[in-house]
């Protein structure tokens, strides 16, 4: 079974810190591109990150830039997103997703085949 699962969400302060991971179990994750989305209520899914398999493409949502860091460790089939300078406005479902893909680096959804459970942030004072 091929599955993705992330962790690291939580409540935290503006201007916070929180470490999200994805790790993948049935396959081998450095074959594919990872990318990372969100949705909050009311809201359209929005593309936040993507990495490509060898982590040498990275891709970033405006709403983010310099705050967010995405990475992999193909080591331990694991990506991350490291999320600095929290805002209210980053609350949201966190989902991690595989593309079909090893170098097509996009942060449209509709390009990416697995995905995890999603993992709950919410920023908040």
């Known amino acids: 079974q091929l599955q993705l699962v992330e962790s690291g969400g939580g409540l935290v302060q503006p201007g916070g810190s929180l470490r999200l991971s994805c790790a993948a179990s049935?396959?081998?994750?450095?074959?594919?591109?990872i990318g990372w989305f969100r949705q909050a209520p009311g809201k359209e899914r929005e593309g936040v990150s993507c990495?490509?398999?060898?982590?040498?493409?990275?891709k970033y949502a405006d709403s983010v830039k310099g705050r967010f860091t995405i990475s992999r460790d193909n080591a331990k089939n694991t990506v991350y997103l490291q999320m600095n300078s929290l805002k209210p406005e980053d609350t949201a479902a966190y989902y991690c997703?595989?593309?079909?893909?090893?170098?097509?680096?996009?942060?449209?959804?509709?390009?990416?085949?697995?995905w995890g459970q999603g993992t709950q942030v919410t920023v908040s004072s």
């Open positions: 997703a595989a593309s079909t893909s090893s170098w097509y680096t996009t942060l449209s959804g509709y390009e990416y085949r697995y």
């Open positions: 990495i490509s398999s060898s982590g040498g493409s990275t």
């Open positions: 049935g396959f081998t994750l450095d074959y594919y591109v």
